[in-house]
């Protein structure tokens, strides 16, 4: 296994990759973001790890491209969270939810390219299934230590005048 790389932030805030010897942009980083390489940035004057408030930058600048993710509207529920009790709840949450989304989206790439072995309805259906089952999991294992079960029965009936 590959040891982590570093990244040294200096004053001038250019970026030097000491695994590969040579100075990165933003751009790098996000490409190695996105190929799953394990790296740490860090301020090159006191050695803090700095790699949250750079991975904050990547995003910034992705968000000015293009069409956001982070909508004014997510933006402002998220802000809601912090020092909330739940905000720790909203982390794992979000944590599961984006690695459910990111298998879903393996999922859905694998049966395109297996589309013309299968029929496209029965693809379809077997990702949706799959799809539930996820979901349902992941409400299961979030809402658990709160108390919350899934598997409650819901009463969709109107109470009853009389």
């Known amino acids: 296994m590959a040891s982590e790389r570093i990244i040294k932030k200096y004053p001038?805030?250019?970026?030097?990759?000491?695994?590969?010897?040579?100075?990165?942009?933003?751009?790098?980083?996000?490409?190695?973001?996105?190929?799953?390489?394990?790296?740490?940035?860090?301020?090159?004057?006191?050695?803090?790890?700095?790699?949250r408030?750079?991975?904050?930058?990547v995003i910034l600048e992705q968000e000015d491209k293009g069409q956001?993710?982070?909508?004014?509207?997510?933006?402002?529920?998220?802000?809601?969270?912090?020092?909330?009790?739940?905000?720790?709840?909203?982390?794992?949450?979000?944590k599961q939810s984006l690695d459910i989304f990111l298998q879903q989206q393996r999922l859905v790439q694998e049966q395109m390219d297996g589309l013309l072995k299968h029929g496209p309805v029965s693809a379809f259906t077997e990702l949706a299934e799959q799809n539930l089952k996820l979901w349902q999991s992941l409400q299961e294992s979030a809402f658990k230590p709160y108390g919350f079960g899934t598997n409650r029965k819901v009463d969709t009936e109107p109470p009853q005048d009389g």
Do not use: C, H, W
């Not at 040579?22 to 790098?28: L, N």
């Not at 408030?53 to 930058?57: A, T, V």
């Open 12 to 51: 001038n805030r250019r970026l030097y990759d000491t695994g590969i010897s040579r100075y990165v942009t933003i751009e790098d980083i996000r490409l190695l973001v996105r190929s799953g390489e394990k790296f740490r940035v860090v301020d090159a004057k006191t050695d803090e790890d700095i790699t």
């Open 53 to 57: 408030s750079l991975l904050l930058q």
């Open 68 to 94: 956001p993710i982070f909508t004014i509207e997510i933006l402002e529920q998220l802000i809601r969270t912090y020092g909330d009790a739940m905000q720790g709840f909203m982390t794992t949450y979000l």
